[in-house]
C-alpha cells in the first residue's frame, strides 16, 4: 500500500522559515514525479512544487520560485519542502503527493495518484 507521511509543520512569523519533510512507501519511488501541493482554507487545492520522475527536474509554481527549494533522497524516499521568507498567504495545509509512473510533471490534482495526509504551515504578520 502506498503511503506518503508528511511533517514539519507549524507556526512561523512572517520572513521566516519552514522546512516540510515527506517519506514515501509502498511505490517505486524514483518512477514517480514527487512534490507538494497546498490548500488555503475555504480555496482549491494548488500544485506548489515538484520533482519529475527519474530525472528530478524541478519546478515550482510562480508564488513560490526564489523562496522555495524542493530536494529528495532516492535512497531515503524522502521529498523535502524548504520555505524561505514566508508569507501569511502562505499559510497552508501543504500535501505531499506523487504522481506515475514516469511523470515529468503534473497539469492539476486529479493527476495525483497517492496523497499524504497533509501538515499545517500557519505564517503569522
Known amino acids: 500500500e502506498a503511503q506518503l507521511v508528511e511533517s514539519g509543520g507549524g507556526l512561523v512569523q512572517a520572513g521566516g522559515s519552514l522546512t516540510l519533510s515527506c517519506v514515501a512507501s509502498?511505490?517505486?519511488?524514483?518512477?514517480?514525479?514527487i512534490g507538494w501541493f497546498r490548500q488555503v482554507a475555504g480555496k482549491e487545492r494548488e500544485g506548489v512544487s515538484c520533482l519529475s520522475a527519474i530525472d528530478r527536474d524541478t519546478d515550482y509554481a510562480d508564488a513560490v520560485k526564489g523562496r522555495f527549494t524542493i530536494s529528495s533522497d532516492s535512497a531515503k524516499h524522502t521529498v523535502d519542502l524548504q520555505m524561505n521568507n514566508l508569507r501569511p498567504e502562505d499559510t497552508a495545509t501543504y500535501y505531499c503527493?506523487?504522481?506515475?509512473?514516469?511523470?515529468?510533471?503534473?497539469?492539476?490534482?486529479?493527476?495525483?495518484?497517492?496523497w499524504g495526509k497533509g501538515t499545517l504551515g500557519t505564517v503569522s504578520k
Open positions: 503527493v506523487a504522481v506515475g509512473p514516469y511523470a515529468r510533471a503534473w497539469h492539476g490534482e486529479t493527476d495525483v495518484d497517492y
Open positions: 509502498g511505490f517505486t519511488f524514483d518512477d514517480y514525479a
